[in-house]
């Protein structure tokens, strides 16, 4: 075979995951660190599975969104506080809250092309622990003086510090290319699609009705690690009902008329990590791991929110997967009903109704809400940026298994920057 041939792909097995409870910032993890709650998953991963031996893994793919200087090398320095094989290989990704599902996907293309037998994906993120940059009119003073020849030279450009650039740059969850919030930009996109409160109250309270229920019937034993004190994801709140989301005051699109989007219907900033077990068929058979699911097919897609979004259109910032999941369907010949779940990260409650309508707007059919986010989702778990990937993954992999029998799952992810990433997961 040439070279340049193209080489036959091979399925790619999920094994398993394990993640951290998600908690709310600056609670349980305030003082933890994006590689000791990613390190916390990876071990359990590792000690659910056998995975301590030399060479037991091929490589560990991860990242996080919000990441100070120690974060440096992320994915290594974590294999390196771990039970994993410190001759394990490690690298960093990112791509906002689509990073954990990107490094899945990074991790599967190895397997797939032969490249690799086996890969851990994850990611981690803490909103309490959020860097603090250096005030940047300081920082320019700062380098002056370094750059200055003369110990008069540096004197000088260091007595042009005031006590005003001492105010450090605190990080604010805005759309650099904008300057509006993820919520703003949602409220935008729910005027746009005429998403109503009622819906959205409705989404919401579902959510935390269906995870509080998975966790009672046991889903997450084999997926959820105590840590600090946790034992379940803080944000959850088994008696959400419409009516109590119904009392909350609107927080964001308070800009405009009739205001739909409330604490309740929107995601908590989150603090968590999550880690899920990628092979082939070959190295889990050599294991006597069972697979959960195969992961058969993922696209991403990007959209121009800058003019969409803020012109009232329908291509809002998180919008991207009613581009991608179409084109991914038609790729693999599927439509809407040949799935039996439906995962769909739910940033906002809104983003997720708006996502629905534009799939049907583009041809796919209805979702059947009964088959939609089975075990809840981000609404009810929240949301660490770039763990959420990880965990839907393992989750759905997880819930196709309960199943038993052959099965088919749908993911959408969809991320700042106007980006979108999805994949299919399926069991034969």
Request: hydrophobic fraction near 45%.
């Amino acid at each position: 075979m040439s070279p340049l041939t193209a080489q036959p792909t091979r399925r790619v097995a999920v094994l398993g995951g394990a993640r951290v409870p998600f908690a709310r910032s600056d609670g349980p993890y305030a003082t933890a660190s994006n590689q000791e709650m990613l390190t916390a998953a990876l071990d359990a991963l590792v000690e659910r599975h056998g995975l301590q031996g030399p060479g037991a893994v091929g490589e560990f793919v991860a990242g996080a969104v919000l990441k100070h200087s120690r974060d440096f090398n992320l994915a290594r320095e974590t294999v390196l506080g771990s039970a994993l094989d410190p001759r394990t290989p490690a690298y960093d990704i990112q791509q906002a809250c689509g990073t954990g599902l990107q490094a899945v996907i990074a991790a599967a293309n190895k397997i797939a092309l032969g490249q690799t037998e086996s890969a851990i994906a994850g990611g981690a993120d803490t909103a309490s622990d959020a860097p603090l940059g250096v005030n940047d009119r300081l920082r320019r003073i700062l380098l002056e003086a370094r750059r200055a020849k003369t110990t008069g030279g540096r004197l000088k450009a260091l007595a042009k510090v005031r006590p005003g650039h001492l105010v450090p740059d605190i990080p604010r969850n805005a759309e650099p290319r904008t300057g509006l919030s993820m919520g703003e930009h949602a409220a935008v996109t729910a005027r746009a699609w005429g998403i109503s409160r009622e819906d959205q109250d409705a989404l919401a309270a579902a959510s935390h009705q269906r995870l509080a229920a998975a966790y009672e019937r046991g889903l997450f034993q084999d997926l959820v690690v105590p840590f600090r004190g946790l034992a379940r994801d803080q944000n959850l709140r088994p008696g959400s009902t419409v009516e109590k989301l119904a009392a909350l005051k609107p927080v964001f699109g308070l800009d405009a008329p009739g205001p739909t989007m409330t604490a309740g219907n929107s995601t908590p900033l989150t603090d968590g990590a999550a880690t899920v077990l990628l092979a082939s068929e070959e190295w889990a058979e050599a294991r006597g791991l069972e697979p959960l699911a195969y992961l058969t097919a993922y696209e991403t897609a990007a959209v121009d929110f800058v003019g969409g979004d803020v012109a009232d259109g329908e291509d809002g910032l998180l919008m991207a997967p009613a581009y991608a999941v179409p084109r991914m369907l038609e790729r693999a010949g599927l439509g809407i009903g040949d799935f039996d779940l439906v995962e769909i990260h739910e940033a906002f409650a809104s983003q997720v109704l708006a996502t629905l309508a534009a799939w049907e707007k583009r041809g796919l059919a209805p979702v059947d809400r009964a088959r939609l986010n089975v075990a809840g989702s981000s609404l009810a778990t929240g949301h660490p940026f770039a763990a959420t990937g990880a965990r839907i993954v393992a989750t759905l992999a997880t819930l196709l298994a309960e199943r038993g029998g052959p099965g088919r799952g749908l993911i959408s992810v969809c991320a700042a920057g106007g980006q979108g990433v999805t994949a299919i997961l399926e069991r034969t």
